[in-house]
């Protein structure tokens, strides 16, 4: 029989409830999805900040309703809803990953032999380790049901004199290695940066930095972050092929978080919402 998973719930909670009034932390068995029963809650009035966590999820949700499923350990999977209410809500998916990927690496190891694989990041959210190996994936969702007694309360919302929406934060990580069936390239794995490494631990190390990351962007937006993002960007200067068929080159983000890319047509600012970008075929290492 497997042991129950020691989480640290309170540690969390201690962290994060003096930035985050009324915050609460939840860790469940098993749900269908933790960033759906955030929303599901939301939509009953519920908009308080909520840290939930699964040990298992049966419907989970990845970008562009791609499933992630994991057994109980074998991943991180959670999900931090709070009203925000940011000038510009561009680039929040990348800042979010540039968080996650300092809390687990705060530095990157040099691109030797011998060393820890780097995190980098892939945009528009997702965590890759050395030689295009997923680690982990963002999903950020918004809706416009927030109460304004709400909003004024959790994100001092009136700052920017623009109206808060109810945003939830899903990452889900890989912290065993999985199997690489029916994949390109096997997954990566927390294992792989930090043996010994597990759920509860990397729980600790992300959650109250992101909130402080939320609450920054809330402020002021991706520019600030971009710097950041471009040290762990695993696309820049590769070659890689949109949605729509065009070829073309990676050369980073821009202030407001889309992807940069010089194709036969000049210069294109790419954001998430038009389009996906994938690596050419042929890539060279991160």
């Given amino acids: 029989m497997t042991a129950p998973i020691r989480w640290p719930a309170e540690a969390v909670w201690e962290a994060v409830a003096p930035l ?3 915050f609460t932390v939840e860790v469940l068995p098993s749900i269908d999805s933790t960033n759906t029963e955030l929303m599901r809650r939301a939509r009953a009035g519920q908009t308080e900040p909520t840290l939930l966590v699964a040990e298992q999820q049966t419907a989970g ?5 791609r499933v992630w499923q994991s057994d109980v350990g074998a991943s991180l999977m959670l999900s931090l809803g709070l009203p925000l209410a940011p000038k510009d809500w561009s680039g929040l998916s990348l800042a979010v990953g540039v968080s996650v990927a300092e809390s687990l690496q705060p530095a990157l190891p040099p691109l030797q032999p ?6 980098g990041l892939k945009w528009p959210n997702d965590l890759w380790l050395s030689g295009d190996r997923k680690l982990g994936g963002i999903l950020v969702e918004t809706a416009s049901f927030v109460s304004p007694q709400a909003a004024q309360a959790a994100s001092g919302a009136s700052q ?3 109206a808060a929406r109810y945003v939830v934060v899903g990452i889900g990580i890989n912290v065993q290695p999985r199997s690489a069936e029916g994949m390109s390239m096997p997954p990566g794995s927390l294992q792989d940066v930090e043996p010994g490494l597990d759920a509860p631990a990397a729980l600790l190390r992300i ?5 402080a990351m939320l609450q920054g962007f809330e402020a002021c937006g991706f520019a600030p972050v971009q710097p950041r ?3 762990r960007d695993v696309l820049q200067g590769r070659p890689v092929t949109l949605s729509d068929g065009q070829t073309g080159t990676a050369h980073g983000v821009g202030e407001d978080g889309a992807l940069l890319v010089h194709t036969a047509q ?3 600012a790419v954001t998430s919402a038009e389009i996906s970008v ?5 890539a060279a290492p991160l």
């Fill in 61 to 65: 949700r990845g970008r562009l309703g």
């Fill in 229 to 231: 993002f471009a040290a």
């Fill in 20 to 22: 985050l009034p009324g």
């Fill in 160 to 162: 920017h004199g623009t």
């Fill in 266 to 268: 000049g210069m294109q």
């Fill in 207 to 211: 959650v109250p930095p992101l909130v």
């Fill in 278 to 282: 994938r690596p050419a075929v042929v």
């Fill in 114 to 119: 011998g060393h820890s694989p780097r995190i």
